[in-house]
């Protein structure tokens, strides 16, 4: 990391914006820790004499149509849902990088052999690969979304890739080819911590597509299942009874926006600070 970068952090750093998007997201992983620990109600437990109920003393962000108390289950779904997404976007990094970054720096017929492969996992239709996991995994949670990790590298393999074919012509590159060094050696030691930054900056913006797909896979019910829960879950029961009950929708949907507007702020402070040339609409 250069100087200049280093600068660009700083300044990215002093900007209000940004502490308010990493306040409130340091603020939802604790909530997730620790709310569970605090909160009067176990996720699961049923208040029968508080059935459908707004707000109150007794359950501070109202109780669910089975008389769950809202507060713990937040929680409780924005643990699913924060695991899930670091979950398939590690997945994704794992892939991603590796696969963009040789196909960059060795090209040719290699080249052209693993971007086709990534032109093929692009035809094929999201919800379909998403119905023939669930066929073939069944209802396992994890191992979907780990599934779906393995396929979101698409375009992170694509954005490593054209990174990796500008950074082989550089002259350190060009040195240590001429010196002898094998290609796994270049790839470790000089491509891979230049090709760190953007790829930090997308896997920043990668988690909250995760996350929209997760509640939207919820949504549906082919995400997460009973006695699970997650931000998707509640915003599609909340959505089924706004108009009687509207807290059921307004408190995990408030969660769950203040969640990806935070880490779309920071993935773009990031970028900013990474690339200039974005922050100018160059």
Known sequence: MNDAVRARLRNTWRSGATRVAAGTLV???CFAAF????APWPHDAIDWDAIDTAPSAAHWFGTDTAGRDLFVRIAMGARTSLTVALLATAVSFAIGLPWGAIAGYVGGRADQLMMRVVDVLYALPFIFVVILLVVVFGRNLYLLFVALGAI???DLARIVRGQTLTLREETFVLAARGLGAPTAHILRRHLAPNLLGPTLV????TIPGVMLAES???FIGLGVQEPDTSW???IADGARDMESSPWLLVFPATFFAATLWSLNM???RLRDAFDP???AGL
């Open 216 to 218: 939207f896979l919820s």
């Open 27 to 29: 603020a939802v992983v």
């Open 152 to 154: 979101s590298w698409l």
């Open 277 to 279: 040339r974005t922050a």
């Open 202 to 205: 997308y896997t920043t913006l």
């Open 232 to 234: 998707g879950v509640l």
């Open 266 to 268: 920071l993935g773009d």
């Open 35 to 38: 709310a569970p620990s605090v």
